[in-house]
């Protein structure tokens, strides 16, 4: 099992281990969360871009052309 050569390196007991792996879980949905909220509200305010606009500026990086990114 890898968690049992990870503890020997990080010095550290299994419960220390598993608060941390809780903590950062935590904070990465909270951070999620956030972000969505944040995401959701531009959208309520109209700010969007057209799909098919993004589509054609990813088609165009790598040419000798790129366009602007949308905004």
């Known amino acids: 099992m890898i968690a049992q050569?990870?503890?020997p390196c990080l010095e550290r007991s299994r419960g220390w281990?598993?608060?941390q792996a809780?903590?950062?879980?935590?904070?990465?949905?909270?951070?999620?969360r956030r972000l969505t909220l944040e995401a959701m509200a531009?959208?309520?305010?109209g700010n969007?871009?057209?799909?098919?606009?993004v589509e054609r500026w990813v088609?165009?990086?790598?040419?000798?052309?790129?366009?602007p990114r949308p905004l």
Request: charged residues 40%; proline residues 3%.
């Open 17 to 19: 281990v598993v608060k």
């Open 42 to 45: 531009d959208v309520d305010k």
């Open 48 to 53: 969007v871009v057209d799909q098919e606009e």
């Open 22 to 32: 809780l903590a950062n879980c935590v904070e990465l949905e909270e951070a999620r």
């Open 59 to 67: 088609s165009s990086l790598g040419t000798d052309k790129p366009l």
């Open 5 to 7: 050569k990870v503890f």
